[in-house]
């Protein structure tokens, strides 16, 4: 959780498949995390089994809607300085990869040579 907003977990700058992958991260990283509870680990696991459980309401609605509830409290009830430390690193992470990639507006310069694929 951030220091600034108690009740927030650090915003991501990018779109919904980024936020989505930052928290399939988060999510894996405090199941890893020993400073967490193994009963809260129970939520995550639980929503998973219950996604692949045959015996179910038709729909994929009500299948989203229990993984989202049970990854959303899983993160809203681990230790807030455990999940803020995670969020610090993952967001490290993304700006690092993001620093180290090449400027859009750089010109490669290169040759190319058209190869037959009938002749080895």
């Known amino acids: 959780m951030a220091k600034n907003d108690p009740g927030k977990i650090i915003?991501?700058?990018?779109?919904?498949?980024?936020?989505?992958?930052?928290?399939?991260?988060?999510?894996?990283?405090?199941?890893?995390?020993?400073?967490?509870?193994?009963?809260?680990?129970?939520?995550?696991?639980?929503?998973?089994?219950?996604?692949?459980?045959?015996?179910?309401?038709?729909?994929?609605i009500d299948d989203a809607a229990v993984v989202g509830l049970g990854f959303y409290l899983f993160i809203e009830l681990c230790p807030p300085d455990v999940v803020e430390e995670h969020m610090k690193q993952l967001h490290n992470e993304v700006h690092v990869k993001m620093k180290d990639a090449p400027d859009p507006d750089t010109v490669v310069e290169g040759e190319f040579k058209e190869v037959d694929d009938k002749h080895p």
Do not use: C, H
């Open 11 to 60: 915003p991501s700058s990018g779109g919904f498949v980024q936020e989505l992958a930052l928290r399939v991260k988060l999510i894996y990283r405090l199941m890893m995390d020993k400073r967490v509870s193994m009963w809260l680990k129970l939520l995550p696991i639980g929503s998973a089994i219950y996604l692949f459980n045959p015996i179910d309401i038709p729909g994929p």
